[in-house]
């Protein structure tokens, strides 16, 4: 099957990638890597009258050092995540997530950004982004600003990135010899998590001075369980610990009901990834 | 793999004849012939679950370049007859289940096809809908007959004091799920019409996948007008039936309708996987309402098996649920029946053991239930109802030895090391064993012909019979070879084409029992003629000999399946770690492409048991899972270790060949084997299948405590 017919537009500029967006034609949609807007496409799930590939934009994929946190561009692939080594000192957990996604094919052409502004409530990534605290860096018309990760998904498949912007980098702090995690729960292999748990957490002696943990399809967005890190943070590392401080995983959630499983099935499954996700992390 | 005495060629392996032209690619399908200027079909479907076209559009799509033609109820050829409501296809305006055809698009490309088809605008008068199987009986309809003839309920004895009085009673209700055919070939078909010089001198040449080329003409012949000599329908390969390609579908009709208006040019069409969850046949959901009385040593006094299920308000199928619990075990008091719901849904038809597989799910279960209140082995249970005769015909079995399965299986399996519900712990995970009976009617069809002919020295083998992948190919190859007294190499076999002599359907398991007779009497026939050493071009033919003996029996298949399920404590996950099936099938003609079909079979049921289910969306009537991301059919990570093997019991009372039909009974018995085992794993009996984990893990909860990391479930 093939898509409806578009135009295409391929801007070697942000300025040009941006007019683009802002002109008259009746539907845009940004092409990053294409893994979730060309099957949409293709089931003519969609039909955009223009599609603006960002695969010719410089500077747009790519880790560098930014201090204290490592700037990773949009269009950096889920592979270039999982062997970058930046990512692997000071965010290991990104890591971890993306060697999960779907399979390598869609890995080597998924972009972070991608993943990020398609914001699928099963999707990986932003679980993690919320875990790690990551900043968004959206360009629009009025130029760059600042958004947080946890302002950042709005609502199903919806985020802070308006239709006239694009997301050029996600700014992660530095997680330096923290421990994660990220227990996924799926059907098959490659399919999309019926729920997901990140964890990350900073030690010390043996006790627990920092622990962030991000859910994935446990509501119309990514959210952080934090019942879980209130109860655990100053706590020891230890099974049983965690196994309690894991059973408010599904605290104050209402998750989806769908085929692969009711809503008290995902609050059980919360519980019992979150304490496998914490204890993997903790190396306990 | 069971080693059977070397009576003659068949009975040896042999590579599959056909195998390496599906290899190479060169075995054409239906969709792959070669046809001159071929134009392509695609569908316009309702979307509404019931209703009228008010107002349909077609301009746009007919201004669009490469279009061919445009077919609506509005301009479609009208057919000679439109009793059976599947096959009145764009004849009117009603819509009576969500997907059906209300029209097509012929176009040069099949992309310009589809394109076009969504230009098309179409405006309904919706009426409202029910597509939801209800779980009472109120008000459904008692069908006249079940599917293959059997009556829709029958009774024995005083049933209702047998329950009243029994000692130990099961009273559950087991439910299935609706299941969608997926072969892995779509159906296909490509439709020429030649219209003649007028007069009822028209004529059809579709290229279809189908599992019998001779009921697609004999089925399609009145619909469309012509008489059957004037459709020719070829189907040399068919990648994968279930059951869903034993009848021509609307889809036939709609091509046939097609290529009238494409002034002689082929009509390509093949459904895509979403199509084929509407269009071409599906498993009724089922609820059965079980009830076994027994005395306090487990002998049953009664058996009760009472099925809700639905069919579609325009064309009635009965699936057959409880005819296996007619004949399987004894008791003096016995009560079946089956209630319909017609609702607005797609048809349902044939999926691979209609009527015994959700059934003996149902019955089998309730069976391990019983085991357990009669504080027996379930194979003991099953061993103290055996029954001597069927106790439905009261006929002798022409061969049952349910028993020796069992007691195979159970020494092969390790059955002696089941322990109680939820005793066996591997790691997190709680293992157990199950297991089931299985049946299957062993079906002779007559009414097909076979020839043989003697061509530049090799004896060539015709009849109009297929191979839908389960080795037609190669066993009836075999079977002519023993019979003549050659190497299999000496022989040609024809099939897949109504020029051929007249077959029977492949279904029912009654390919090689029908086919392979049939064409042992026809070598008879030309040994008789024409002797060891005939002359280039002779030929002789016979019908499907009669069995005189067969109507004193009753002729079933038996197997005895078992299974073990690990079952995730935290999690509810279930993996199989192992099956075993062992049959009581009669002759075996090839050993490996016997093995494929019946592991094949119990990978199906193991299928039912766990994971497929479709999904119905009660607002709309539609399936919403309906695709392979949220269909599950196991892939091989879901199988593991996997065996079938087969006592050497030949059948002559059944048919004069000995066998009895290998390609459904796999299924039969394998879901409740897998649920029984489920429940011997986890002490969680879940009776509405699949058995997914959402459910042992809500079920659990309701009849256990027990957190995640206290590790039980």
Known sequence: MIPAAFDYLAPTSIEEALAALSSDADEVKVLAGGQSLIPVLRLRLAAPTLVVDLG?????????DDGGAILIGAMT??????????????ATLLAKVAQTVADPQVRHRGTFGGALVHADPAGDFPAAALALDAEMTIVGPSGPRTVPAAEFFTDLFTTAVSEDEILTAVRVPKH?????HYEKFHRSAQMWSIVGVAATVRL??????????????????????AAVEQQLVGQPAAPEVIASAAERAADGTSPPTDVNGDADYRQHLAKVLTRRALITACGC | MTDLPASGIHGHPHRRIDGRAKVLGTATYAFEQDVDAATYLYPLQATIARGRVRRIDTSAAEALDGVVAVLTHLNAPRLADTDDKEYAVCQSDEVAFRGQFIGAVVAETQEVARHAAS??????DEQPHQVVLPDDDKGLDDPDEVNAGYPSDTAQGDVGAALADAERLVDETYSTPMEHNNPMEPHTSVAIWSAGSGDGDASLLLYDSTQGVHSVRRTLAPVLGLKPERIRVVSPYVGGGFGSKGLPHAHNVLVALAAQLTGGRPVKFALTRQQMFTLVGYRTPTIQRIRLAADGDGRLTGICHDVIEQTSRIKEFAEQTATATRMMYAAPNRRTSHRLARLDVPIPSWMRAPGEAPGMAGLEMAMDELAERCSLDPIELRVRNEPDIDPDSGKRWSGRHLVECFRTGAERFGWADRGEPGARRDGDWLVGLGVASSTYPAFTMRGSTAEIAYVDGRYVVRIGASDIGTGTWTTLSQIAAEALGVEVEGVRLELGDTDLPMATVEGGSSGMASWGSTVVAAVDAFRDRH????EEGATARAETPEHADRKKYATHSFGAIFAEAAVHADTGEVRVRRMLGVFDVGRIVNPPTARSQLVGGMIFGLSMALFEHSVMDARTGHVVNHDFAEYHIPVNADIADLDAIWLDHEDTNANSLGAKGIGEIGTVGSPAAVANAVYNASGVRIRDLPITPDKLIAQSGSTKTGSPQSGHM
């Open chain 1, 204 to 225: 010390d002696g043996g006790t627990v001075v920092e622990v962030k943990v991000g859910l994935t399809n446990m509501a119309s967005t990514a959210i952080r369980a």
């Open chain 1, 176 to 180: 330096t010899g923290w421990g994660s």
């Open chain 1, 56 to 64: 010719r934009l410089p500077d747009l994929a790519g880790v560098r």
């Open chain 2, 119 to 124: 230009l098309v605008s179409v405006e309904y």
């Open chain 2, 531 to 534: 002797g060891k050493d005939p």
């Open chain 1, 77 to 90: 692939t889920h592979d270039e995540l999982t062997r970058e080594p930046l990512v692997s000192e000071h």
